[in-house]
């Protein structure tokens, strides 16, 4: 109730000391009523901040769960792929090792293939050789052949000429 009308009814009700008290004691009420209140204000205020806090409290222990969750995947995550790291790191090296030997393979092979050809080429040559000296030796036999027939017709010839020998034996 409004503080000039509880003195508008005190004066009116009963005289002017009734009325003081009446409007001293309605607005000791008043204060009371205004203190219980902001009391109740205050208690109803503090009850949702815990109920917020708790609720935070639970949000953060439910992230920070999480977190070490996620965590143990990355670290899981990280162990595993240093382990493939390593394991492709030595595949890597042998690869790396196959590779130089089989470079070094193929250096030895160009090398020994170089060296054939060149042996070819120089026994290429030297059939070349062969063959030209057989022909200038062909050549020879028949040139030859033919000059020993015309001294075996000559020789015959001559010997029909000549008078017949006889020949004494002893």
Request: charged share 30%; hydrophobic share 35%; no cysteine.
């Given at each position: 109730?409004?503080?000039?009308?509880?003195?508008?009814?005190?004066?009116?009700?009963?005289?002017?000391?009734?009325?003081a008290?009446?409007?001293?004691?309605?607005?000791?009420?008043?204060?009371?009523?205004r203190?219980?209140?902001?009391?109740?204000?205050?208690?109803l205020?503090f009850?949702?901040?815990?109920?917020?806090?708790?609720?935070?409290?639970?949000?953060?222990?439910?992230?920070?769960?999480?977190?070490?969750?996620?965590?143990?995947?990355?670290?899981?995550?990280?162990?595993?792929?240093?382990?493939?790291?390593?394991?492709?790191?030595?595949?890597?090296?042998?690869?790396?090792?196959?590779?130089?030997?089989k470079?070094a393979?193929?250096?030895?092979?160009?090398?020994?293939?170089?060296?054939?050809?060149?042996?070819?080429?120089?026994?290429?040559?030297?059939?070349?050789?062969y063959?030209?000296?057989?022909?200038?030796?062909?050549?020879?036999?028949?040139?030859?052949?033919?000059?020993?027939?015309?001294?075996?017709?000559?020789?015959?010839?001559?010997?029909?000429?000549?008078?017949?020998?006889?020949?004494?034996?002893?």
């Open positions: 109730m409004p503080e000039w009308l509880a003195i508008v009814l005190a004066i009116l009700g009963g005289g002017l000391l009734t009325g008290g009446a409007f001293l004691r309605s607005v000791g009420q008043n204060r009371v009523e203190a219980k209140q902001q009391t109740d204000d205050r208690t205020l009850k949702d901040t815990r109920e917020w806090l708790a609720y935070q409290d639970a949000q953060i222990a439910s992230l920070i769960t999480r977190n070490e969750q996620l965590e143990a995947r990355l670290t899981a995550q990280a162990e595993k792929q240093a382990s493939h790291s390593a394991t492709h790191t030595a595949e890597i090296a042998e690869l790396q090792r196959q590779d130089r030997e470079t393979q193929l250096t030895a092979l160009t090398e020994q293939n170089t060296r054939q050809a060149a042996q070819i080429a120089s026994l290429t040559d030297e059939r070349q050789q063959i030209e000296r057989l022909k200038v030796s062909e050549t020879k036999a028949g040139f030859l052949e033919r000059e020993n027939n015309e001294l075996r017709s000559e020789n015959a010839r001559i010997r029909a000429l000549l008078p017949v020998r006889v020949e004494i034996s002893e």
